[in-house]
């Protein structure tokens, strides 16, 4: 099986319980796209990756913008949630980077 696209959903998802759980809520979500994105690497599969992302990375710079905050705003996430859903984008970024 050699698919095309590959769609990542799978998370830790609450907000509010990643305060009450911050270690699962960052293992969680963090390792299972470390798992995914290792999974392509060694499988050597040209599938495309979607991440799905969160506007919780932009945490406090919600505050900054009137209106819809731009992708390009600063990652400032206010919750154990936020950082994972943050750092989750930042490890794909740095495999699509390393290895393609």
């Known amino acids: 099986l050699k698919p095309d696209f590959i769609f990542h959903f799978a998370a830790q998802a609450f907000n ?9 809520t960052l293992n969680t979500n963090l390792m299972s796209t470390l798992h995914i994105l290792e999974a392509v690497r060694e499988l050597k599969l040209s599938s495309r990756i979607i991440i799905a992302g969160s506007s919780t990375v932009y945490g406090a710079s919600t505050e900054e913008w009137d209106g819809p905050v731009p992708e390009e705003a600063a990652l400032k996430p206010v919750s154990p949630y936020g950082v994972s859903k943050a750092a989750t984008e930042m490890l794909a970024l740095s495999y699509a980077r390393a290895h393609g």
Do not use: C
């Open 16 to 24: 509010s319980l990643s305060f009450e759980q911050p270690a699962e």
